[in-house]
């Protein structure tokens, strides 16, 4: 660990010489802040677009909008970390607003209740081996409620062992489930995230639980489970039909995702994902092929294309199953998490904004919350910094495209990455705290 009061930071920035830290420890505090104003400086060459023309007795307005700090903190405890070390420096001096972020994925659906004022409900449903689990969904507090779903709360990795991981035997039926009580209640409106899945299933079990029966060759009707796709002769949607018509509000289903995969080929749900779920490389080969199957079936029996949808393939296909089976649409996860906080409109006014995760790298570009805020914050004229667990490869052409002034990191010599998630508030908010400073020696 670092001594007492001192971390880890590391202004990212072009051609700057503190990109790696000197081998003889980190600069002082001031000395670093000065060296960060220094390089910002030179990064935006423009006096009038990059100085805050007013006193440092003048109220500053940061935004500060995280994703979650993957295996260690919520978004909420995030900002939460980040105000604190904020305060520390800049006091009384500094508008505060929090505006926790997601992008489909762990904490969108507290994201989404927490931002509206709305409440979470459980029910017991299925896990992806079909064993009873308590599962949340939330339900907004806006006038015209919408019902917030991650489906890993019911059908994720992180509900099995190990040893248990395995996607042809895995299925989304909880995650019907959820919809279908949901739907019970008088809600129309779903916004449903897909990340964290232990399934390759092509959303078979989601559409068996809502009422959709999928038959083999001789009639008879299959489980819902990866390994069944490949069986499927015929889809028969009558029960489904009969379901939705009873239904008191219009079923209306926003699929939140953060990546573009395709449903089936070398980018697909099978081979990008089945592995990273527990599938061996004949499970692999099994789950593609019965994806082309189902999206063969598909196609006849519904007269619907999902085997083209940008994004099908999120959450083993899940994604483009809610497309044909419901009706669904797909879009950015983070886009939807970002407009339904109304983010742009609380980034009015503000001269900073301060985002970040776990882990800041080439990836977050791709669909990531925190470009998002990014790009939000550039159009309503903030600087932006972003802060992360851990800085990976590729995180410098978020600088070079212009979404980022700085990145900082809470991991570096002297800090493992098993002590930055036990320690990950404390290490954050010091970290804010030389953010605060560097935002008040800028605010001169």
Known sequence: MLPSGETSIRPILPSSPFSTPPKSGFLPFAIRVVCATFFLAAFRPSPEDFLVK???????????????????????????????????VLGA???????????????????????????????????????????????????DARCAIEMARASGLALLAPRERNPVRTSTRGTGQ??????????????????GSATVDGGMGLAHALGYRFLDRRGRELAPCGGNLERIVSIDPARYEAWRRSLDAPLEIVVASDVTNP??????????????????????????????????????????RMDRLEGGGAAGGLAAGLVAFCGAEIRSGA????????????????????????????????????????????????????????LGEGNGRLLRSGDFDALFS???????????????????????????????????
């Open 178 to 195: 959820l919809i279908a009580r949901a739907a019970r209640r008088g809600l129309g409106r779903f916004i449903v995230g897909v990340g």
């Open 335 to 390: 886009q939807v998490v970002c407009q339904a906080v109304n983010l742009e409109t609380r980034l009015a006014g503000a001269d900073w904004v301060v985002t970040g995760e776990g882990c800041i790298d080439a990836q977050t570009a791709c669909g990531k919350a925190p470009v998002e805020v990014a790009r939000l914050a550039r159009r309503s004229g903030a600087r932006v910094v972003g802060v992360a667990g851990a």
């Open 263 to 304: 449903l089936l080929g070398p980018r697909g749900a099978a081979r990008v994902f089945a592995p990273q779920k527990g599938a061996t490389p004949r499970g692999v080969e099994r789950l593609e092929n019965g994806l082309v199957n189902l999206a063969r079936a598909v196609r006849r029996d519904l007269g619907v």
């Open 410 to 444: 809470i991991c570096g010599e002297g800090i493992s990455t098993d002590e930055s998630i036990r320690h990950a508030r404390r290490l954050l908010a010091a970290l804010a705290s030389e953010v605060g400073g560097l935002i008040e020696c800028m605010s001169r």
């Open 54 to 88: 007013r006193s440092v007795q003048s109220l500053v307005k940061i935004v500060v909008a995280p994703n979650a700090f993957k295996e260690s903190l919520s978004a909420h405890e995030a900002a939460r970390a980040i105000e604190r070390g904020l305060r520390r």
């Open 93 to 143: 001096r500094a508008e505060i607003v929090l505006v926790p972020v997601a992008d489909g994925g762990d904490g969108t659906l507290e994201t989404l209740v927490r931002a509206t004022g709305g409440r979470i409900h459980r029910a017991r449903v299925d896990d992806p081996l079909g064993r009873p689990v308590s599962a949340p969904y939330g339900v907004t507090g806006e006038r």
